[in-house]
């Protein structure tokens, strides 16, 4: 089992930056490939990015490319979300996952879950 603790969100100015942080704690995080996901009342969760277990693949979804970077320390347990030029329709619950399983693309199934972190933009 994992344990999942996401940290870094907060209220950010359009245009401006926040980095999320996902601490891992239990069962080998450094051999699993890890996402990020966020949630907002009118669309649900959505899957925006994901990184496999080395570090050396990732994926975005559109909406967050070029704007985005995920990374992750497998030294350090910890996954990384760097969020730039934010919109205020970035606002959301962002979440991290481990993968249980991931085309490398779009579809993802996350199986551990963190708390969330709350993400707010104002325009």
């Known amino acids: 089992q994992v344990q999942l603790a996401e940290s870094g969100g907060g209220l950010v100015q359009a245009g401006g930056t926040l980095r999320l942080s996902c601490a891992a704690s239990?069962?080998?995080?450094?051999?699993?490939?890890m996402g990020w996901f966020r949630r907002t009342p009118g669309k649900g969760r959505e899957f925006l990015a994901g990184i496999n277990w080395p570090g050396t693949n990732t994926f975005y979804v559109d909406s967050v490319k070029g704007r985005f970077t995920i990374s992750r320390d497998n030294a350090k347990n910890t996954l990384y979300l760097q969020m730039n030029s934010l919109k205020p329709e970035d606002a959301a619950v962002y979440y991290c996952?481990?993968?249980?399983?991931?085309?490398?693309?779009?579809?993802?199934?996350?199986?551990?879950w963190g708390q969330g972190t709350q993400v707010t933009v104002s325009s």
């Open positions: 996952a481990t993968l249980t399983s991931w085309n490398g693309g779009s579809r993802a199934t996350g199986a551990y």
């Open positions: 239990g069962r080998a995080f450094s051999s699993r490939n």
